[in-house]
């Protein structure tokens, strides 16, 4: 069974700093990597995923991950903060095969100091 | 546009009631999903389904129910067995294979009073 961890409950940057997300996930073959950022109250939006090829994914409003096997990691990453990041950033996991059901982390939370 | 829709936003029920929760869905992804969102413990999958009149239980299905008649509707309904039913819910779908990611609703928030 697939398991994900993401060590850091919460994580306070500055605006302008850069930022890095840890996720780490257990699962014995090439895994599908996600990550998911949600708003307070809103539904969670899908920032980037890994399932193949290049082990650096972009995603959406300038985030970027990157895939490492020998790590078992799949890290977060944003050169600038800006205060509309500040959020609950959810790293997610998913069998390459069968049902494809994600298992999540329980997230981190990021907040953004001015 | 595409996209689901998840309704009521709040509801409140009194302890010993059913309630249902609505999932609606127009694009036209085969595989619907529920998951419960309480704080500090991430998403935990309740029911799923990948395919009409067929559905599976999650991680943690008891107190709950589904039905999924339609390929665009996947209500999920709160019983009275549950017993710490308030939290905040969340439907979600895949269309295509499991890299395709989930699209997810915006959540319907239950507490019991």
């Known amino acids: 069974a697939q398991s994900v961890t993401q060590p850091d409950i919460h994580i306070t940057v500055s605006e302008g700093a850069s930022l890095e997300l840890r996720c780490n996930y257990s699962?014995?073959?090439?895994?599908?990597l996600f990550w998911y950022v949600q708003s307070p109250g809103q539904g969670l939006q899908l920032l980037l995923k890994?399932?193949?090829?290049?082990?650096l994914v972009q995603g959406i409003k300038g985030f970027e991950a990157e895939f490492k096997r020998s790590q078992s990691s799949f890290n977060l990453r944003k050169p600038s903060v800006h205060w509309s990041d500040a959020a609950e950033y959810f790293c997610?996991?998913?069998?390459?095969?069968?049902?494809?059901?994600?298992?999540f982390g329980r997230g981190t939370s990021l907040i953004v100091h001015p | 546009d595409g996209g689901i829709t998840q309704s009521p936003k709040y509801l409140f029920r009194k302890e010993g009631q059913n309630v249902t929760l609505s999932c609606e869905q127009n694009?036209?992804?085969?595989?619907m999903y529920w998951y419960r969102q309480d704080p500090g413990q991430g998403l935990r999958l309740i029911y799923y389904?990948?395919?009409?009149?067929?559905?599976q239980k999650g991680d943690i299905a008891e107190g709950y129910s589904v039905s999924r008649e339609k390929k665009e509707s996947f209500p999920l309904t709160v019983t009275s067995a549950q017993k710490n039913p308030t939290a905040f819910y969340l439907c979600?779908?895949?269309?295509?294979?499991?890299?395709?990611?989930?699209?997810f609703g915006s959540g319907t928030r239950l507490t019991v009073v």
């Open positions: 694009l036209n992804h085969d595989a």
């Open positions: 979600a779908t895949r269309g295509g294979t499991g890299h395709y990611g989930y699209t």
């Open positions: 997610a996991v998913a069998a390459s095969g069968g049902s494809y059901i994600p298992t």
């Open positions: 699962y014995g073959a090439t895994p599908y």
């Open positions: 389904s990948q395919i009409v009149n067929d559905f």
């Open positions: 890994y399932f193949s090829g290049d082990t």
